[in-house]
C-alpha cells in the first residue's frame, strides 16, 4: 500500500528554518519522482519543489528558489525540504506527492 507521511512542520518565527520530511512506504524512491507542494488558507495548492527519481535533478518555484532544499535518502525512503529564510507568507499546509498519490500534510507557520 502507497503511503506518504510527511512531517517536521510546526511555528517558526520569519528568518528561521525547518526541515519537512516526508517517509514513503509501498514503493521505492528509486523509480519516482516526488514533489512538496503548499495550500495557504485560501489560496489554491501550489507546487514548490521536485526531484527526479533518476539522476535526482530538482525543481524550485521561483517563490522558494534559493530559500528550499529539497534532497531524498533512497536507503530510508525519506525526502527532505530544507526551508531557510522563512517568511509569513511561506504559511501553508506543506504535502508531498507522488503520482496518484497525497500525503496528509504538516502545517507550517511563520510568525513572529
Known amino acids: 500500500q502507497v503511503q506518504l507521511v510527511e512531517s517536521g512542520g510546526g511555528l517558526v518565527q520569519p528568518g528561521g528554518s525547518l526541515r519537512l520530511s516526508c517517509a514513503v512506504s509501498?514503493?521505492?524512491?528509486?523509480?519516482?519522482?516526488i514533489g512538496w507542494f503548499r495550500q495557504a488558507p485560501g489560496k489554491e495548492r501550489e507546487g514548490v519543489s521536485c526531484?527526479?527519481?533518476?539522476?535526482?535533478?530538482?525543481y524550485y518555484a521561483d517563490s522558494v528558489k534559493g530559500r528550499f532544499t529539497i534532497s531524498r535518502d533512497n536507503a530510508k525512503n525519506t525526502v527532505y525540504l530544507q526551508m531557510a529564510s522563512l517568511k509569513p507568507e511561506d504559511t501553508a499546509v506543506y504535502y508531498c506527492?507522488?503520482?496518484?498519490?497525497w500525503g496528509q500534510g504538516t502545517q507550517v507557520t511563520v510568525s513572529s
Open positions: 526531484i527526479n527519481s533518476s539522476d535526482g535533478s530538482t
Open positions: 509501498g514503493f521505492t524512491l528509486d523509480y519516482h519522482a
Open positions: 506527492f507522488r503520482t496518484g498519490y
